[in-house]
C-alpha cells in the first residue's frame, strides 16, 4: 500500500523539514532535497507507522466489542423473579 498525502499536507510537509534542517542541522536543504526526504519517509518508513497505527485501533475496536456485552446485557427471564415481590 502506497501512502500518499494531499497536495496541501505534502507542501506543509516539505515546509517543516526544511524548517527542521534549518533549526537543528548544521546546513539547510532546499525544496527539492525535502521532497526527495519526504518521499523516502514515505515510502520506507511511513507503512511501519501506518501499520502500528491499525494494530492499535483493531485493538482498541476489539476492547470495545468486549465491552459491549456489558453495556447492553439484558437479565433474562426477569417477570417471575418480579412478581413474588
Known sequence: M???LDRDT???AIQSLQRYFDENMEEPIGNITA???LNF??????PSV???A???VQANMQQKTE???IEVHADEF???PKQKR
Do not use: G, H, P
Open 2 to 4: 502506497t501512502i500518499e
Open 10 to 12: 505534502k507542501t506543509r
Open 35 to 37: 521532497n526527495a526526504l
Open 41 to 46: 519517509f514515505l515510502q520506507d518508513i511511513a
Open 50 to 52: 501506518y501499520n502500528q
Open 54 to 56: 491499525v494494530r492499535d
Open 67 to 69: 465491552d459491549l456485552d
Open 78 to 80: 426477569q417477570y417471575w
